[in-house]
């Protein structure tokens, strides 16, 4: 079936790395999403990564994807109070397909 | 990039009665999605809105309770009807652009159902 699993909460300093992870149980996931939800706000998709590939980085954030143990992770790099939001992690076998997400992680930052 | 809209951002509905969710979006697309989020919850796709057919409703939900209209590459309705309390959640519309990276969602629709 089709299940993506992350933890609820994180709380990072400000100024430390954030890593958001998530586990997924869809082999055939060829998608998969980080997005972003500021209070009162829509989704905003913040990277993504196909299942061919191990890392992507994008400016302070790091995608890192173990297919093998289908596992997905999220880095954000000297974490700002900006960050504070929900983190979705989801998957999708094709590019048009529905898009399976986690119940989200609620990232707090720390002064 | 895709800008949407939804209307309205909330409403306080009573038990049994419906509401239309507008979604409109600032450029022509051709697959239009609607999700839950229910509270604590994961986002939970109810259908995908297609242009001049039937949406496609995903297990567990069904056209008589989630009537969807398409009437062209902008616009779409979202009603949920006959509602109960366990139809509180925020609704939210999704588009998905020319590229990979470039889905879009609405502000959402939060519904709390009395």
């Known amino acids: 079936g089709e299940d993506v699993e992350q933890s609820l909460f994180l709380s990072v300093r400000e100024g430390d790395s954030s890593v958001i992870n998530c586990t997924y149980t869809?082999?055939?996931?060829?998608?998969l999403y980080w997005y972003k939800q500021e209070p009162g706000a829509g989704l905003q998709l913040l990277t993504y990564?196909?299942?061919?590939?191990d890392m992507k980085q994008d400016q302070r954030l790091t995608v890192l994807l173990n297919k093998k143990d289908k596992h997905l992770s999220l880095r954000i790099a000297d974490t700002q109070t900006g960050d504070s939001a929900i983190y979705f992690c989801?998957?999708?076998?094709?590019?048009?397909?529905?898009?399976?997400f986690g119940k989200g992680t609620r990232l707090h930052i720390l002064p | 990039s895709a800008v949407i809209s939804q209307k309205p951002s909330r409403d306080i509905c009573q038990r049994g009665t419906s509401l239309t969710i507008q979604c409109q979006v600032d450029?022509?697309?051709?697959?239009m999605f609607w999700y839950r989020q229910q509270p604590g919850q994961s986002l939970t796709l109810i259908a995908t809105?297609?242009?001049?057919?039937?949406?496609?409703?995903e297990s567990g939900f069904v056209i008589d309770k989630f009537p969807i209209s398409r009437p062209n590459l902008t616009f779409s309705t979202l009603t949920v009807s006959n509602m109960s309390p366990e139809d509180s959640s925020i609704y939210l519309c999704?588009?998905?652009?020319?590229?990979?990276?470039?889905?879009?969602f609405g502000p959402g629709t939060r519904l709390t159902v009395l």
């Open positions: 999704s588009v998905q652009g020319a590229r990979v990276d470039t889905q879009y």
């Open positions: 869809d082999s055939s996931s060829t998608y």
């Open positions: 990564i196909f299942s061919n590939m």
């Open positions: 989801a998957e999708a076998k094709y590019r048009d397909d529905k898009i399976i």
């Open positions: 450029s022509q697309v051709t697959m």
């Open positions: 809105a297609n242009q001049g057919s039937e949406a496609t409703y």
